[in-house]
């Protein structure tokens, strides 16, 4: 028998074959979905993040209020962990703090804050690098309201149990309390020259003034700090003689334009009289702008009434939505949705809306309004057995509002799609965290304590079995966003 040339023909055949083979295999691996992969030019030129994730959803946990953790989530594929390890999650790292219940979300920056409601501590997390990035700034704990402006040359605090409204001032590394008992909010304009405090129970609207270098106290100040060499000032706003319209002030809209501040009138929500708005114009309101005599002169312009009653409100450049609740004859209260036209600053429609005290409320995809409240389920839908969740869509085009998810109390064989731990059947419990995920047609929440995300086409739940996670979720935002303006 002949021994094979290695050369041979059918060998040459077989090695080519084989080459070929290889060749098609390796161009059609390469062909194939590449993970986690970004564009040669980012968006915004913002920096390839360690966790190749483009689409990334921020939530803040608690474990028993000692412990937390900020863990993200892979909101293009609804995930919490690495498509190549199920075990693997997504953390932010350094983060120890107990009880992040706020995260203010800037993406046009690449950064947050966090604040932990056990400790105060105010802590910056850089998202190019998913990582701690310093200390904010150290504010006390338990802040009703926290307030950050864009430029961060300031933050402010508001808190009642100590009664003192507090200012870090990063442009002199200062800290300031100014004594302000039962201040419970605080707004600041997007320009930080406006800076708004509110007193529980009181119809008594506050402004911050920043002195000038060796400036006196102005007069009628309730509290200035220093007290020897005084830079920050809290001082009363006077509302109307004629025509009083401040009813338990709990917040603030300054108008895009810059020119107004719309004051929000808690009314009958809050023990007051009369829900409304307050406008001021906003030069009136400055740091920068001392009174130099008492009594002040009144720099309200005008009120609008809204029955509905106001917490929250939002504008979309035409419409101001307002979100509150109004007093039933049977001593609850209702969720509404109010509407104002700002060209004419008139009350357009009013809609039924989750019951509770309103505190979240973003605009979404396919011109969807998303209202977000907390204690729901004492107020008049759940008396009357109808949807007493926290969450509300509201159709701009069609002008419909709709509870969701969608259930009805009355039948023993609807339920929420996803019960947390609570296992209730009907309701999910308190909103505290909404974000937008733009472009992709959801909104994510803290909902309950737990995580759940929205379609905006319809209001469906999406199923959140791979993006729950282990503890209290207490706040969600959207870090990739195009703007700030989707948290």
């Given at each position: ?49 360690p966790s190749k994730l483009s689409t990334r959803v921020l939530v803040s946990i608690t ?143 506050y402004r911050l003034l920043r002195l000038n270098q060796n400036q006196a106290a102005v ?10 060499v005084p830079v920050w000032c809290v001082v009363p706003v006077q509302d109307s003689a ?246």
């Open positions: 028998m002949k021994n094979r040339s290695p050369f041979s023909p059918s060998f040459c055949a077989q090695l080519f074959c084989g080459l070929v083979i290889a060749f098609v295999t390796l161009g059609l691996t390469s062909c194939g979905t590449r993970y986690y992969k970004f564009r040669d030019y980012t968006f915004a030129n913002r920096p390839v993040p474990v028993n209020g000692a412990q937390g953790a900020l863990q993200m989530i892979d909101a293009e594929r609804d995930i919490r962990n690495s498509i190549f390890n199920p075990n693997s999650t997504f953390p932010i790292s350094g983060y120890a703090s107990g009880y992040p219940n706020m995260i203010f979300n800037f993406p046009e920056q690449v950064l947050g804050y966090v604040y932990s409601n056990s400790d105060g501590s105010l802590t910056r997390i850089d998202y190019g690098k998913e990582a701690v990035a310093g200390d904010g700034g150290k504010l006390p704990a338990k802040a009703d309201s926290v307030a950050v402006p864009i430029n961060f040359k300031h933050v402010y605090a508001a808190v009642s149990s100590l009664g003192v409204l507090t200012v870090i001032d990063n442009t002199n590394g200062q800290t300031y309390y100014l004594n302000l008992p039962n201040v419970y909010r605080v707004a600041v304009n997007q320009g930080d020259s406006v800076v708004l405090a509110m007193v529980r129970n009181s119809n008594t609207l007069p009628g100040a309730v509290d200035c700090q220093p007290y020897a004629s025509k009083p319209s401040l009813d338990r002030p709990v917040g603030a809209y300054f108008s895009l334009d810059g020119t107004t501040a719309y004051v929000l009138n808690c009314g009958p929500e809050c023990g007051g009289n009369t829900a409304g708005l307050t406008t001021i114009p906003q030069d009136a309101l400055r740091v920068d702008n001392y009174p130099t005599s008492t009594p002040y002169n009144s720099p309200v312009t005008g009120s609008i009434a809204v029955p509905g009653g106001v917490t929250s409100v939002l504008a979309d450049g035409t419409t101001l939505y307002i979100a509150g609740q109004q007093l039933q004859p049977d001593g609850l209260f209702a969720g509404v949705l109010s509407t104002l036209d700002l060209n004419t600053n008139t009350v357009t429609g009013q809609y039924s809306i989750s019951d509770g005290y309103h505190s979240k409320m973003l605009l979404g995809d396919d011109n969807t309004l998303w209202i977000g409240s907390q204690g729901c389920a004492t107020g008049e839908r759940a008396k009357l057995k109808q949807n007493y969740n926290c969450l509300t869509r509201y159709d701009i085009g069609a002008k419909s509002a709709k509870v969701v998810p969608d259930v009805n109390p009355n039948d023993s064989n609807s339920s929420v799609p996803y019960p947390n731990a609570n296992e209730n059947k009907y309701y999910y419990g308190d909103l505290t965290g909404l974000c937008w995920v733009q472009g992709w047609h959801k909104m994510y929440t803290a909902y309950g304590g737990q995580v759940h995300a929205f379609n905006t086409v319809d209001g469906s739940e999406i199923n959140n079995k791979q993006f729950t996670v282990q503890g209290t979720a207490l706040d969600v935002a959207f870090m990739d966003a195009a703007t700030n303006s989707a948290n």
